[in-house]
C-alpha cells in the first residue's frame, strides 16, 4: 500500500511539445505530492508539488494535475525545452512523515 | 542560503569494510532523511531524524545506522559493506513533516 507507480518509464519529446508524466498511489493517507528532476550526478531537485486540496497547480511551465478519487497525479510540462532533458520522479508522504515514497522515475528526453 | 551538504562526494571501500557518511541540512532545518538509490531499486527511504531523534526507519538491515546530532548534522554508516549496497546515498533535509524536502547531491559509494 506504499508503493507509487510511475508511467512511462521513458519518454521522447519534441522541442516545444508537452511532456506528460503520470503517477498513482495507493495509500489514501498520502497527502503531500512533490515532483523531483534530476540531472546526471546530481540530487533530485525539488520542481513543484501539490496537496490534495486542489485539482491542479502551475509554477511557470509546469503543471501538476490531481485527481484525488482515482488517487493519481500527472506532470505536464508545456513548452518541452532541450534543458529539461532530465530523469523526473513523483513521490509522495502523509500520516506526519516526512518520509517520501518515490515513482520509479520517467527518463525525458526532449529533441532540439 | 545555502543547500544541503554530503560528504564525501565520492568513496571506495572494500567488502566487509564499514563507512560513514555525512550530511548537513540547510541553515534552519530540524529534520534530515536518508536514501539510497540504485539503478534496480530507485530511491529507497533509509531512515529519518528529526531533533536526534530517528522518527521512521525504511527497510534495511540492521548494518545501516544513523544518528544526528544538536545542530541538525546527520551521519549514517554502513557497516559490513556488501557489493550491493554500491549506491548513491542521498540526504534530504526539510523544516517540518510533510514540507519541502531539499536534497543533497549525495555520496557515491563503490563497494569492490
Known amino acids: 500500500q506504499q508503493q507509487v507507480k510511475q508511467s512511462p518509464q521513458s519518454l521522447i519529446v519534441q522541442k516545444g511539445g508537452i511532456s506528460i508524466i503520470n503517477c498513482a498511489y495507493e495509500n489514501t493517507a498520502f497527502d503531500y505530492f512533490p515532483w523531483y528532476q534530476q540531472f546526471p550526478g546530481k540530487g533530485p531537485a525539488l520542481l513543484i508539488a501539490i496537496r490534495p486540496d486542489v485539482s491542479e497547480k502551475k509554477e511557470g511551465r509546469f503543471t501538476i494535475s490531481f485527481n484525488k478519487s482515482a488517487k493519481q497525479f500527472s506532470l505536464h510540462i508545456m513548452d518541452s525545452q532541450p534543458g529539461d532533458s532530465a530523469t523526473y520522479f513523483c513521490a509522495a508522504s502523509g500520516m506526519g512523515r516526512r518520509a517520501l515514497t518515490f515513482g520509479s522515475g520517467t527518463r525525458l528526453q526532449v529533441q532540439p | 542560503k545555502a543547500g544541503v551538504t554530503q560528504t564525501p562526494r565520492y568513496l571506495i571501500k572494500t567488502r566487509g569494510q564499514q563507512v560513514t557518511l555525512s550530511c548537513s541540512p540547510i541553515?534552519?532545518?530540524?529534520?534530515v532523511s536518508w536514501y539510497q538509490q540504485t539503478p534496480g531499486q530507485g530511491l529507497q527511504f533509509l531512515f529519518e531524524?528529526?531533533?536526534?531523534?530517528?522518527?521512521n526507519k525504511g527497510n534495511f538491515p540492521g548494518r545501516f545506522s544513523g544518528r544526528q546530532f544538536s545542530n541538525s548534522r546527520s551521519e549514517m554508516n554502513v557497516s559490513t559493506l556488501e557489493l550491493g549496497d554500491s549506491a548513491l546515498y542521498l540526504c534530504?533535509?526539510?523544516?517540518?513533516?510533510?514540507?519541502?524536502?531539499?536534497f543533497g547531491q549525495g555520496t557515491r559509494l563503490t563497494v569492490v
Open positions: 541553515s534552519g532545518h530540524r529534520s
Open positions: 534530504a533535509s526539510s523544516w517540518r513533516e510533510n514540507t519541502e524536502a531539499f
Open positions: 531524524y528529526f531533533s536526534e531523534t530517528q522518527r
